[in-house]
């Protein structure tokens, strides 16, 4: 039986889809676009009766241009080409062999060794088999032996992933008493990563003897302690991302291994250590923090440990230089299972990359003041727009491609170069997208509408106007909760087309059927080879679709750079301790302070390890460069020399590397404790929150907001700014607009008081949304603030733990723990339960629930209405019954979980002072 479906808006003529013309509308009909989820639902339920949706038509909506073929295709060869754009297309794809033409293409087969509990895991997630690159990889000589190292290089989509997880999962169940870390770049990569391999190693068995298996749940206090000893002897992944109070473990972790490793060389326990997998490997030219994985990774080739390296990346040019550093095997592989078609679009006109990349550079652009000199290698053509809002080429064609798309049935991803042209362009896009829908589509839009809206900080204005039409937008200013739920509904089908900034690229594994890149630049900066590659390799779904298309917009500006941008190689990956880079003193304070070296013939051995010392062009400067750094870690007094000329840390030293801070962040801290040591404002919590500020703070500074903070603040708040350096008057002449600040000290000053308000009003129970509009920031860069301060905040205690300053340190893991549950004092136990946060928590305080036990032994009904309490009252969905039968079950499912976790703490708590 057909699905029942309702037209969610009319057009004004019949648009070309790939399936053919649509029926037509009559000239007088308008349609308006739905601004509210509780429209789109009220239509439904009119449609459900009617089968055909009847509307008002005061609102014009957007029309999709039309896009189509040119039968100027005289000059090229287009025969793959020409049909490739339009969605429904099946290409001529050659078969890739499986198990039943080449046996070892199944996990099963004998030579992996792999059991088969996870040989059938794999299978539940879809692994049912792998490619012949991937066998090729795993067979290589001493690869699952663990006896040689690995470095390879696959595109985006090719399961490179796949590989390391299957050297490394063989590496633990080979050598049961053995630990394996995986680095991963971002925490949302991680927090991926940790749900996938939790699902392949359930139920996986150690085969252990040890009875004393180092066990860290990631749960955080949630498991019973009577259950480890039934756990122990099956693999457990935990996720580390920093400031963790409990002493560093080994555990899969992100780029945070560098300090699990120093731990492990100062305890002696580093041999317990079996493989460590490097993912995105290209982030080791990564400016900022790059050189720490290859600080971490000299100091495990120094040692000659038997510990298999495994690194990997779809970006990598010197491959060969990697392997040679890393003593490694080396593997490319250029498949991919989903045939990708690239695509150029440049003045109203479609230009196929692969068929006419010698053509671009010589070809005369398109003369736009006459619209009949058509470019001899174009091949499909986009129509002129009728809307002001897409006189553009650029939104045009945006728009044409996208709702392209999403009448196939496809998914497209559209990449923007900023926060705000995503959400302008998702409304855009939403106008304009198709307008007949399944009624089971649009219930799950509605689904995803009221999960939205049952988060804490509400539903945003512009997801309740594109979410009911399949549109949805993705970047760093949302919540992770926003961009998790957005991201499971694009993935799903849900969601049609998704608009996103270029982080969500490097950052989630979140493939489509078609990728849009609106201009060249990211920001004010063309974007370089690698991140275009990175984007573009998002097209294509295995499992979902036959091919993937991009498309590069491009303007007249961008054009020579586009076509020079097309045809770039790949930069080299280069050291991260190269003189001008930040790395070198911190390779030396760390290999010292860790006692690894302390001769100059260890030290330089250990440079000989670095993947600087590969560098042909570094090594005639490589000894002046390492005396120079160690005369600066000498004058700094972070390490102290003897007569002999061996080198030892000082205390300074030695907290500066415990704390994870780099040298010269380490010296600025030491001086501000110092300085606080000597007259800290104990009558208040602003000096404290000062001090838990990053250093390195890129948000501007609201003033008029700054202004208002500053006279809003007591005694003790006002005794603390000025203590640090601030002058209220000066904030109020800045405010005012009379001057500025050009100090860069000084502004980062301003800065970190500017943050400590935030943090201030985080640990006071302020929501998240209310920040953000109260300092004119985004959300999600409230709640990013929020976790890089926790983890800041965790390397401050553990400098004053190794200063000696232990007073301090009480006070500032106190206030780290209350910056965490976002409360006060009061509520730190209650934080403590999934959900529970913040305002939550509060509220469940005032209402009665004051105890685990009392969460523990609550109804879901009972803890429904206190939930709501919190919602936000902005939102239009609170006045329609609907809307708000969907948020109340979203609710009552979250109470669940809030219950299930305060039993689990109870129940641990319980046992806990039973053994006492």
């Given at each position: 039986?057909?699905?029942?479906?309702?037209?969610?808006?009319?057009?004004?003529?019949?648009?070309?889809?790939?399936?053919?013309?649509?029926?037509?509308?009559?000239?007088?009909?308008?349609?308006?676009?739905?601004?509210?989820?509780?429209?789109?639902?009220?239509?439904?339920?009119?449609?459900?009766?009617?089968?055909?949706?009847?509307?008002?038509?005061?609102?014009?909506?957007?029309?999709?241009?039309?896009?189509?073929?040119?039968?100027?295709?005289?000059?090229?060869?287009?025969?793959?080409?020409?049909?490739?754009?339009e969605c429904s297309q099946k290409s001529s794809i050659s078969s890739t062999p499986g198990p039943a033409q080449?046996?070892?293409?199944?996990?099963?087969?004998?030579?992996?060794?792999?059991?088969?509990?996870?040989?059938?895991?794999?299978?539940?997630?879809?692994?049912?088999?792998?490619?012949?690159?991937?066998?090729?990889?795993?067979?290589?000589?001493?690869?699952?032996?663990?006896?040689?190292?690995?470095?390879?290089?696959?595109?985006?989509?090719?399961?490179?992933?796949?590989?390391?997880?299957?050297?490394?999962?063989?590496?633990?169940?080979?050598?049961p008493d053995k630990k394996a870390i995986l680095v991963l770049p971002y925490v949302a990569l991680v927090q991926e990563k940790l749900k996938w391999l939790r699902r392949v190693v359930e139920g996986i068995p150690r085969c252990t003897h040890d009875d004393d298996v180092d066990v860290e749940n990631s749960?955080?206090?949630?498991?019973?302690?009577?259950?480890?000893?039934?756990?122990?002897?099956?693999?457990?992944?935990?996720?580390?991302?920093?400031?963790?109070?409990?002493?560093?473990?080994?555990?899969?972790?992100?780029?945070?291994?560098?300090?699990?490793?120093?731990?492990?060389?100062?305890?002696?326990?580093?041999?317990?250590?079996?493989?460590?997998?490097?993912?995105?490997?290209?982030?080791?030219?990564?400016?900022?923090?790059?050189?720490?994985?290859?600080?971490?990774?000299?100091?495990?080739?120094?040692?000659?440990?038997?510990?298999?390296?495994?690194?990997?990346?779809?970006?990598?040019?010197?491959?060969?230089?990697?392997?040679?550093?890393?003593?490694?095997?080396?593997?490319?592989?250029?498949?991919?299972?989903?045939?990708?078609?690239?695509?150029?679009?440049?003045?109203?006109?479609?230009?196929?990359?692969?068929?006419?990349?010698?053509?671009?550079?010589?070809?005369?652009?398109?003369?736009?003041?006459?619209?009949?000199?058509?470019?001899?290698?174009?091949?499909?053509?986009?129509?002129?727009?009728?809307?002001?809002?897409?006189?553009?080429?650029?939104?045009?064609?945006?728009?044409?491609?996208?709702?392209?798309?999403?009448?196939?049935?496809?998914?497209?991803?559209?990449?923007?170069?900023?926060?705000?042209?995503?959400?302008?362009n998702a409304v855009l896009i939403g106008d304009a997208m198709p307008d007949t829908l399944d009624a089971d589509i649009i219930e799950k839009r509605l689904d995803l509408v009221a999960s939205l809206q049952s988060l804490p900080c509400g539903l945003d204005t512009y997801f309740a106007k594109t979410i009911p039409r399949g549109v949805a937008f993705h970047h760093a200013g949302l919540t992770t909760e926003e961009r998790v739920l957005i991201a499971e509904g694009f993935d799903s089908g849900i969601l049609k087309v998704l608009v996103a900034t270029c982080s969500l690229a490097a950052g989630i594994n979140l493939p489509a059927r078609r990728v849009i890149l609106c201009g060249a630049r990211m920001g004010r900066e063309l974007v370089g080879p690698a991140m275009l590659r990175q984007m573009r390799g998002r097209a294509g779904r295995k499992g979902k679709d036959e091919v993937g298309e991009t498309y590069l917009c491009c303007t007249s500006k961008d054009w020579e750079d586009v076509v020079g941008l097309l045809e770039a190689e790949l930069p080299a990956i280069a050291s991260g301790l190269a003189p001008g880079r930040a790395g070198i003193k911190r390779a030396l304070l760390e290999a010292i302070a860790t006692k690894l070296v302390s001769g100059r013939d260890a030290i330089n051995d250990y440079i000989r390890s670095s993947l600087l010392f590969h560098n042909d062009e570094a090594q005639d400067t490589l000894l002046d460069m390492v005396q120079s750094t160690l005369q600066e870690l000498l004058d700094a007094e972070l390490v102290k020399s003897s007569s002999d000329e061996t080198f030892e840390p000082t205390q300074l030293g030695l907290a500066i590397v415990a704390s994870a801070f780099s040298p010269d962040d380490g010296l600025f801290i030491y001086g501000e404790l110092k300085r606080a040591l000597q007259a800290f404002v104990m009558d208040g919590e602003m000096h404290i929150f000062y001090m838990f500020s990053p250093l390195q703070v890129?948000?501007?500074?609201?003033?008029?907001?700054?202004?208002?903070?500053?006279?809003?603040?007591?005694?003790?708040?006002?005794?603390?700014?000025?203590?640090?350096?601030?002058?209220?008057?000066?904030?109020?002449?800045?405010?005012?607009?009379?001057?500025?600040?050009?100090?860069?000290?000084?502004?980062?000053?301003?800065?970190?008081?500017?943050?400590?308000?935030?943090?201030?009003?985080?640990?006071?129970?302020?929501?998240?949304?209310?920040?953000?509009?109260?300092?004119?920031?985004?959300?999600?860069?409230?709640?990013?603030?929020?976790?890089?301060?926790h983890g800041f905040a965790a390397g401050m205690a553990k400098f004053c733990q190794r200063m000696g300053w232990d007073m301090l340190a009480v006070v500032l893991d106190h206030m780290r723990d209350r910056l965490q549950a976002g409360a006060r004092a009061d509520l730190l136990e209650m934080a403590q339960v999934t959900y529970v946060k913040s305002r939550t928590a509060r509220l469940l305080w005032e209402n009665g629930f004051k105890t685990l036990r009392s969460l523990a032994e609550a109804a879901p009904t009972d803890l429904v209405p206190v939930l709501m309490m919190g919602q936000p009252r902005s939102s239009s969905y609170s006045n329609n019954n609907k809307d708000m039968k969907r948020v109340t079950a979203k609710l009552t499912a979250k109470a669940e979980v809030i219950i299930a976790s305060a039993s689990r703490l109870w129940e641990h708590q319980s046992v806990v002072e039973l053994d006492e």
């Open positions: 039986m057909n699905p029942k479906r309702v037209d969610v808006a009319w057009e004004n003529s019949s648009t070309l889809s790939v399936a053919g013309a649509k029926r037509s509308r009559s000239e007088n009909d308008t349609l308006p676009a739905f601004t509210t989820a509780h429209q789109v639902l009220n239509a439904q339920s009119r449609a459900q009766r009617t089968n055909t949706a009847q509307y008002s038509h005061d609102t014009r909506r957007l029309r999709a241009s039309k896009i189509e073929p040119l039968s100027n295709l005289s000059n090229i060869d287009l025969s793959r080409s020409q049909n490739l754009s080449n046996p070892v293409l199944s996990l099963s087969h004998p030579k992996y060794g792999l059991p088969a509990a996870l040989v059938k895991n794999f299978a539940s997630l879809g692994v049912n088999a792998i490619y012949p690159w991937q066998a090729s990889c795993l067979l290589g000589r001493g690869h699952l032996s663990g006896e040689k190292n690995l470095v390879y290089s696959a595109p985006t989509g090719g399961g490179k992933s796949l590989v390391a997880d299957v050297l490394m999962l063989k590496r633990i169940l080979t050598c749960a955080g206090g949630d498991a019973h302690p009577s259950r480890f000893k039934s756990e122990e002897n099956f693999i457990r992944v935990t996720g580390f991302f920093g400031g963790s109070k409990t002493r560093t473990t080994w555990s899969d972790t992100d780029i945070a291994a560098n300090s699990l490793v120093n731990t492990a060389i100062e305890d002696c326990t580093i041999d317990k250590l079996g493989v460590i997998v490097l993912d995105e490997l290209h982030m080791l030219d990564d400016e900022h923090r790059g050189y720490l994985i290859e600080i971490m990774v000299t100091k495990l080739l120094l040692l000659q440990q038997d510990i298999q390296i495994i690194g990997m990346s779809a970006t990598l040019s010197n491959t060969e230089v990697l392997a040679k550093w890393l003593n490694a095997n080396y593997y490319i592989s250029r498949y991919r299972p989903i045939p990708v078609e690239e695509f150029l679009v440049f003045e109203d006109y479609i230009y196929p990359v692969p068929a006419t990349k010698g053509l671009l550079r010589k070809m005369i652009k398109p003369n736009t003041s006459n619209s009949h000199n058509i470019p001899a290698s174009a091949c499909r053509v986009i129509r002129k727009s009728e809307f002001r809002e897409l006189a553009f080429p650029i939104p045009n064609a945006m728009v044409a491609l996208a709702c392209e798309t999403a009448a196939a049935g496809y998914g497209a991803l559209v990449f923007c170069g900023s926060r705000q042209a995503c959400q302008t890129s948000a501007e500074i609201d003033w008029m907001a700054f202004r208002d903070e500053v006279h809003g603040l007591d005694d003790s708040g006002l005794r603390t700014i000025q203590l640090v350096g601030v002058d209220p008057g000066l904030v109020n002449s800045i405010a005012m607009g009379h001057v500025s600040i050009k100090d860069p000290a000084l502004l980062r000053v301003y800065n970190r008081v500017y943050t400590a308000f935030q943090l201030r009003d985080l640990s006071n129970e302020i929501p998240v949304s209310s920040i953000a509009k109260k300092y004119n920031i985004a959300r999600g860069a409230v709640q990013t603030l929020a976790q890089n301060c």
